[in-house]
Nanobody, 124 residues
Framework: QVELVQSGGGLAQAGGSLRLSCAAS????????IGWFRQAPGKEREGVAC????????YYVDSVKGRFTISRDNAKNTVYLQMNSLKPEDTGVYYC?????????????????WGKGTLVTVFS
């Protein structure tokens, strides 16, 4: 059974930082990557960042490039999302999920398993 357990999130002032964690267990080879997604109020869920298990390649949506960093600790089977220079538009519920493939450098497909999400609120 695949399980993704999230931690982190909370309240931050614009320009501040937060770090999210996703501890994964029971992964299969098909689920090569772990990605972070977010859903802002009134908007569709979007992929934010992804990191592969096979080669540790990383991918980011344009709006977070240079501000967010995805990384992994293989010993702990944990993926992190370090969010710096936060903006109010970063507000939303953040989810981690397994990812099968990445297309075009920022389009993620095959999210078979999801964490329960955590709320990130950025105020100005």
């Amino acid at each position: 059974q695949v399980e993704l357990v999230q931690s982190g999130g909370g309240l931050a002032q614009a320009g501040g930082s937060l770090r999210l964690s996703c501890a994964a267990s029971g992964l299969t080879p098909e689920n090569d990557g772990i990605g972070w997604f977010r859903q802002a109020p009134g908007k569709e869920r979007e992929g934010v960042a992804c990191i592969s298990r096979s080669d540790e390649s990383t991918y980011y949506v344009d709006s977070v490039k240079g501000r967010f960093t995805i990384s992994r600790d293989n010993a702990k089977n944990t993926v992190y999302l370090q969010m710096n220079s936060l903006k109010p538009e970063d507000t939303g519920v953040y989810y981690c999920a397994t990812v099968r493939t990445v297309v075009g450098g920022n389009q993620f497909y095959g999210m078979d398993h999801w964490g329960k999400g955590t709320l990130v609120t950025v105020f100005s």
